[in-house]
């Protein structure tokens, strides 16, 4: 069991140890006056009371309308709870109260109802405080992952960076030797030398241009192209301003897993489209490949989706979208992320 698993088991155990130390007070508090039965109930009553509304907020109102930024709604909504919360309480401590003391049924006056709606207002503030908390603590743990993980990856890329200057030079020696008997050979060591360039020096910065990250791209899909034949039908749409930043390889999974797994070399039938946006402040990135019907002994595992969405969540959270979809003639993945 994983670290933050057994963290998660924790705080629902210490919940529980919280709301029986709850329960146990109130019961002891009333038992000298009230006698073992009503007590219990009281405090039954007392704890539901509590447990309705700050999970009712916490679960509920907070992220369907405050995380939303629809405050009008999570304030509506909140009075409605507290009110209800409210209400269910007196009435059910009404009811205790009739049965064990008072057979004669009356209706509680406005001063009992008003006590119970401040006293839930009081938890209702109460959770909200613990629900920022809560997120204060998330991002925070979302942070330290996240550098965690650029350490680490910095640390593989330090070991896989084996004389990169001796293999740069190897290349531009290769690339003048190729350029006056074989200029197509030329172009693609050309681009073969960009993307280890990328590689270690974009690579470990924490944000690169669209631009270079696009061309990186265009770079992996030319030197893709040379070992399939015929050659696949291939069209990049690309509609984006200059100047848009977005942290590095956030876009090479979807490619990569193209022509790892999508590519038919039996009926060489391959149609691949790519397409790149901006809206409304987010960046849109979509592919479309045919489906390959004969994959062979090598399965999709499905990982670097897992990886990129595990990365995903801890740069933005939950604000982003990354779906994949397959309608038996083609594969579709579709990203969408925040532009800062």
Known sequence: ????????????????????????????????????????????????????????????????????????????????????????????SLYIGNLYFDKTFRLQDAGTHLSFFLSGVTVFVLSLIIRLAIAYFAVKQQSEEALLQRSQFELKLLKAQVQPHFLFNTLNNMYYEAYME???????????????????????????????????????????????????ALEFEKGFKEGIQLPPMLLMTFVENIFKHGIDKISGRNQIWIRIAEQEGYLIFETRNSINRYPGKAKPTGLGLKNLRQRLSLLYGADFELDTRDDGRYFTAFLKIPLS
């Open 1 to 92: 069991m994983s670290y933050f698993a057994k963290r998660k088991i924790t705080l629902i155990q210490l919940q529980y140890l919280v709301w029986l130390a709850i329960l146990l007070i109130s019961f002891i508090s009333m038992l000298s006056s009230d006698g073992v039965a009503p007590s219990a109930l009281f405090a039954f009553n007392g704890v539901f009371f509590y447990a309705l509304i700050i999970y009712g907020n916490i679960h509920f109102l907070y992220p369907r309308y405050f995380q939303k930024k629809r405050y009008v709604l999570y304030v509506a909504g909140s009075v409605l709870l507290v009110g209800i919360a409210g209400f269910v309480k007196g009435y059910l």
């Open 182 to 232: 074989a200029p197509h050979t030329a172009l693609l060591i050309e681009r073969l030398s960009d993307i280890m360039r990328y590689f270690i020096d974009q690579n470990i910065q924490d944000m690169v241009p669209l631009e270079t990250e696009v061309q990186f791209l265009d770079n992996y899909i030319a030197l893709e192209k040379i070992r399939i034949m015929p050659e696949p």
